[in-house]
């Protein structure tokens, strides 16, 4: 069965990215410090063609995140800074030629756009007909495996207000950015569905892992 | 040197209280469960006159909350539910004849009020001239010991945005509350000010600690 899934890492102080995003800071000013716990697992850094990398706890999480992952959900100030039209086309996300999705990652946008494949699996879809539409397609894509919603926040808060995440994790980092923007923010009775399945931390960073209640 | 600390339970979405504080829920709705950790630990069944409860990482950060403590600030919503002026003045806090204090308690509010002197050293004072008022009268009372802010989210975000908060800490339970007071909110630049000495987690809650940056 194919579960839809999210993880992101929000600081001590509620926020999953500072403020002003912009192609000098694609997290948001500041907001690059909430993954320096990722970047120092071996996972995070094989993913990213480097080696060397710590193991443990933290990077048990950053694997588990990209694990069984058929198919990937993003909003476009994910995607890129870029606002309005597509235009040149030349934007291809932020991650370069070789992105470490490795899977179909279907975009959510207003502007129609054709695919844009690049290496080892990464090929992204623009899907200009909401999340459930965007949903049905990547469910489709992701055969056997699992969805994951890769982000933004928004993105994120969408699928939680209309039901339709079955796990989730958050990794709470003792970053405190002061402003950005926040997860946990007009969900209404979302997260009631909801029950903690795990925590676990380092030093460095906190895992909450949540299913459905009525899975548990 | 007696420093200004105040310890907090938080929700993982953001919460210290639940939404409608009252009578029967002087924690707001579903605010209660922030503190089944603290419910289960020897150190806080010990100051309510109960036997047993657990040891370790939970007990431990329960323990550091209260110790040193030599003088208490609250407001007024955290020491009752009445509005306005105090009427018969038959309040005399949430907590019985024998308060988890044992220390001079300083309660801010707009409405004078004669001292409350209760058991084992729990005697409540009522401040009407602000926050840094209440401040010099608990650090006299405190002598050579801390000075605890024991809540709630605005009193710790007064003091916070006055930058007059030495250490803090917060204990990040999985709970989810869905809505209620904030404690991360409206705080301009104060928290840059302060970074993390420690995060610890048991399965239950992850403790955060930080001080003073220059301090460190």
């Known amino acids: 069965m194919t579960k839809l899934r999210f993880t992101i890492t929000m ?20 907001g690059e410090a ?22 443990g706890i933290d990077d048990e999480h950053a694997a588990s995140g990209s694990k069984n992952v058929g198919a990937t959900i993003m909003g476009r100030k994910m995607f890129g800074p870029i606002r309005g039209d597509w235009g040149d086309g030349a934007w291809k996300g932020w991650w370069g030629d070789d992105p470490p999705f490795h899977t179909p990652v279907f975009v959510l946008t207003h502007h129609p756009r054709q695919p844009v494949e690049l290496e080892r ?5 623009f ?10 397609r990547a469910v489709d894509a992701a055969g056997e495996r699992d969805v994951l919603v890769a982000g933004g926040a928004s993105v994120a808060q969408q699928y939680l207000r209309a039901g339709l995440v079955d796990e989730w994790e958050i990794h709470v980092v003792p970053t405190l950015l002061g ?3 926040r997860l946990f923010d ?8 909801y029950e903690c399945a795990s925590l676990v931390s380092s030093s460095a960073v906190a895992h909450y892992t949540y299913v459905r209640k009525d899975a548990a």
Chains 1, 2 share one sequence.
Do not use: C, K, N
Not at 186 to 193: E, P, V
């Open 11 to 30: 600081s001590l102080d509620g926020y999953v990215a500072g403020p002003g995003q912009s192609l000098e800071h694609p997290l948001g000013e500041g």
């Open 34 to 55: 909430l993954h320096d716990w990722a970047f120092a697992t071996r996972t995070f850094r094989a993913m990213h063609g480097q080696e060397g990398g710590e193991t």
């Open 121 to 125: 699996g990464t090929t992204f879809f």
């Open 127 to 136: 899907v200009t007909e909401g999340i459930e539409a965007a949903l049905v």
């Open 179 to 181: 402003d950005g923007a």
């Open 186 to 193: 007009d969900l209404g009775d979302a997260l009631a569905a």
